[in-house]
């Protein structure tokens, strides 16, 4: 119904020359999605042409991860305000000190 209704108002603004005002999604749906193929593109590049091997590439995101792991547990046990963040500290210290290369 609102799309027959949709028909002829269109159908009306083209018969006087004018165009259907365009809503804000009309312009800000098809930039999001270029935006987010190119970032995805850009990261698959980026990987594929990154002067390391597999393997240390996997490496330093997998102690990227943990380190952020390790703030993020940290935090939430200091605004929790127990005694579990220095228990925390020292079970990540012990896991990254066990990692190659630290």
């Known amino acids: 119904m609102f799309e027959r209704a949709r028909d002829y108002s269109d159908a009306a603004?083209?018969?006087v020359g004018l165009q259907p005002r365009r809503t804000a999604t009309d312009y800000l749906l098809p930039v999001v999605g270029i935006f987010g193929v190119g970032l995805l593109v850009g990261a698959g590049l980026g990987l594929m042409l990154a002067p390391?091997?597999?393997?240390?590439l996997r490496g330093d995101i997998?102690?990227?991860?943990r380190k952020v792991g390790?703030?993020?547990r940290r935090r939430g046990a200091d605004e929790l305000g127990g005694?579990?963040?220095q228990a925390l500290e020292d079970d990540?210290?012990?896991?990254?000190s066990a990692v190659p290369g630290r």
Do not use: F, I, Q, Y
């Open 13 to 15: 603004l083209a018969a």
């Open 83 to 85: 005694s579990n963040g």
């Open 52 to 56: 390391k091997r597999g393997t240390e």
């Open 92 to 96: 990540d210290s012990d896991v990254l």
């Open 70 to 72: 390790a703030r993020l």
């Open 62 to 65: 997998g102690r990227g991860v």
